[in-house]
Structure formats: C-alpha cells, structure tokens
C-alpha cells in the first residue's frame, strides 16, 4: 500500500496563501506554491510563522503562476534554508520578479506602521532567482527518477500553469490547478482538461456563485463608464497589476478605438502594472487566436490616444489635476496597498465619481468593505466617507465561477476519483465539493490545514 500523501500547509478556508506539500513512498518531497496570506495587509501576521515541514528535506518547489498569494513567501523559504530548485514558465518567471520586488517595499511600509521587522528584505529576494529555473508549456520534466511533470495552461494568467505530477512507476497523476482562468478570456487562451488525472486539488475563489457573461460584463463596463463620463467624474479601477489590467486595456481599446465610449483621459497609474504590460506585449504567441489576429492586423492593443502610463510617483499625483471625466487604473486589485489607495482617499467622497471593483475582495480589505456598501472607511488613519458610486464586475475575474469549474472537473476521465477543494472561502469550498460529490459523482472534499491525507493506495 502506497504511502504517498499532500499535506496543505495553506491555503485552505481562504483564498490566499497557497502552498502545499507532495511526499511520495520513497520520500520525495516538492511543494507546489508558496504564497502570501493576505487580508487587511497584503501580509498577515500568521505568514511570520515558521513552516510545517522540514525545509531541508525538500527536493523542489513548483509555481503555477506569478501572483503574491502564490508567491510571496518564496523569499521568507529560502531564507530560512531552502536550498532546492524552483520551477515554473518563463512567463511566471518573469512576472515573479516584479510582484517580489515589489512587495518589499510595500511589506517594509507595512512593517514600519505595525513596529516591526519586515517579512523579507531585498536581499532575500535577490537570493531566490539564483535559484529559479524554467519549463516550457508541455514539456515532460523528471525528477529523482520517481516524479515526471508536466505543465499544462490554466488560462488565469500569463504563464500560468496546471502542474501535473505522475508518481512512478504506478503512473498515478495528480494535477494541481492552481488558479483556473475565466475562459474564454478575452485575451488568454482557454484552461486546458483535467486530462487522465488520478487526483485533482483544485481552487474555488468562486465555487458558490457565477458571473455574468462576457456580452454582459462588457455592457455592464461600458454602461459604468458612460454614466460615470456624463457625470464628469472619475473612474477608478482597483486593478491587479497582472492580467487584469492588460485585459481591461485591451476592452478599453475596443472601445475606444470603434467609438463605443467618449474619448476621456485614461491613466494606467501603477509601475508595476507598465512593466508587466511590457512582458505581456512580448508573449503575445500565448494569446488566444482572436487577439493574435488582431494585433497581426496592426492593432497595438495596448496603445491608444488618450492612454498614458505614469510611472512616477509626481505623475501619479498630478492626475488629479486633470479635470474632468478620466479613468485610473491603479493596483491593488482589493486595495490593500499600492497607489490606488491615494486615488479611493481622493474620488470617494466625490458623488461624481465611481469605484469600479472588478476581482475578489478578500475578507478584511478595503475593497471588501466598500463590496459590502460601508458608508466611511479608513484610509491612512483618517476617516473617509463614501459618497463615489461603488460597482461591482466579477465578470473580468480571471477565475472560473462556480458553473465552469463543476464543467472542469467533467473534463476528467473515469480516473478521476479524489477531488480536494482549496483556495476558497469555507462557504465557497464547502458548496463546490458538494456538488463535485452530487452532480460529477467524484469524492471530492475540503482538507484541513495543516493535515496530510493519503492520495492513492
């Protein structure tokens, strides 16, 4: 009897934090992510704690893609010993860099105003890509001659992947989703099938509800921003820096350039966000066939008159000086950081102006609370009333709903048979394994934290 077994060491009960730990019969041990746990603060205290496995005994650690709840602890793993190879796509390789970099000074910020030491420093960071090696899309990788990998597209990111691990030699396949793309994207390509999998451990941001659909959500988009130009305010888009942003450039290009919308002032305030709009513009070999199509047609979609990229500080301040109806899209996606803040501290109170929310809301963040209709929040310590118009558009999620992941989960074959539901709200969690149980007839199960289970016999 096999003895192989996945602990999930985070990133159950909560949508952020990934990271879990693979042990075969023989002993070897990879993680799949390592991420940040995020709430209020883009890192919570718990991510101080140590991690609930022996470091040293881990051969390597496989990402599926580049956003900070996947991961932001890379940085605290190899400083506390951590010495094996990291793998993953160019792409998140690439993307990576910027969130790491990134988040040190955001976590230095947030250290200073708690009183305490930093999470991570900039020499942390430094040490982790010495490190990092890449794999292309379906390519088999080996590993200890016990483990062949296997990426396959999730559709939720550039470069993001469905790690797909087979355990020799009883060929048993285990595929980790990671985050799984809202497809059909409007730019990505679709998330490829759960395949001949054995055992599946897959997210469900948005296991318990739906979004509208792609004709709705790009009404809905254009309707806000009409009202909100008529109005002569301010649009401000919450947008996470990777991927959301370059998909709501290349909706907004549409719209601009065949007239659908009034030509206002768009500002994409977050370097971040500039730079990787340059990475995506350099991969567009994984768009899907329409986009690829119309940028061989000549489009630049990221490019278009009134669009302006501000990658200073001074810049960014001095948006507010333009007059009049405009659009900032500014990072963070649930406003836990970033200079986004400044834009909600400046336009909340105009009753001209509208915050757009366009991705989860973590529990506890700004963007939960205003989600949720509150009449005055906190920004900075000072209290801030909220006299903006709020909306809300799942739709550019680049999360599958509930309805599309029960549909993944049928793209397994009759191998299937053990389903492990992460990455949710326990609410979320608890009503897609329900219905993995009830309508496709796969055990499917929400794991404790901290708890290792066995995957096969």
Not at 55 to 73: E, K, Q, W, Y
Not at 135 to 152: D, P
């Amino acid at each position: 009897m096999s003895k192989s077994s996945i602990k999930f060491c985070s990133g159950v009960g909560t949508v952020t934090g990934a990271n879990f730990l693979l042990e075969t019969e023989n002993g070897t041990k990879i993680l799949v992510d390592c991420g940040l746990v995020q709430g209020e603060k883009i890192a919570e205290e718990v991510n101080r704690q140590d991690f609930p496995y022996d470091i040293s005994t881990i051969t390597a650690l496989f990402i599926t893609h580049a956003h900070l709840d996947h991961v932001g602890r890379i940085p605290k793993l190899v400083r506390d010993g951590f010495k094996g190879a990291i793998y993953s796509t160019p792409q998140t390789k690439a993307l990576a860099e910027l969130v790491l970099n990134d988040a040190v000074g955001i976590l230095a910020t947030e250290a200073k105003q708690d009183g305490v030491q930093p999470l991570y420093y900039q020499t942390d960071v430094d040490a982790v890509f010495p490190l990092w090696k890449t794999i292309n899309y379906h390519e088999n990788f080996a590993l200890n001659g016990e483990l062949s990998i296997f990426f396959k597209d999730a559709g939720h990111i550039l470069g993001s992947t469905m790690i797909e691990v087979t355990i020799k030699p009883e060929n048993y396949k285990i595929l980790f989703t990671g985050d799984l793309g809202n497809s059909p994207a409007p730019l990505l390509r679709d998330t490829e099938d759960v395949g001949d999998a054995d055992c599946l451990i897959m997210e469900s941001v948005y296991g318990d509800r739906n979004h509208e659909d792609r004709e709705g959500r790009t009404n809905k988009f254009k309707q806000i921003i009409d009202d909100t130009v008529a109005r002569g305010g301010t649009l401000v888009i919450p947008a996470f820096s990777i991927d959301r942003t370059q998909t709501l450039l290349f909706e907004l290009n549409n719209m601009v350039e065949t007239g659908k919308i009034k030509s206002v002032p768009i500002f994409v305030d977050s370097p971040m966000a500039i730079k990787a709009t340059e990475i995506y513009a350099g991969n567009t070999d994984l768009f899907n066939d329409h986009v690829k199509a119309q940028i061989q047609n000549g489009d630049k979609i990221f490019q278009f008159p009134r669009l302006e990229y501000t990658m200073s500080r001074d810049q960014s301040r001095d948006i507010e000086h333009f007059k009049g109806a405009k659009i900032i899209l500014a990072g963070s996606g649930m406003s836990i950081g970033g200079r986004v803040i400044g834009h909600e501290a400046h336009y909340l109170p105009d009753e001209k102006s509208t915050i757009l929310l366009v991705g989860y809301q973590t529990t506890g963040s700004l963007g939960r609370r205003l989600a949720d209709g509150a009449k005055k929040v906190h920004i900075h310590s000072e209290t801030v009333k909220v006299k903006a118009h709020i909306e809300t558009l799942y739709g550019y999620s680049a999360h599958k709903d509930g309805d599309h992941l029960l549909k993944f989960v049928t793209t397994g074959t009759d191998r299937l048979k053990q389903v492990f539901v992460v990455m949710g709200e326990p609410g979320a969690s608890m009503h897609l394994a329900q219905r993995i149980n009830d309508e496709v007839g796969v055990n499917a199960v929400v794991p404790e934290q901290i708890t290792s289970y066995k995957i096969h016999d």
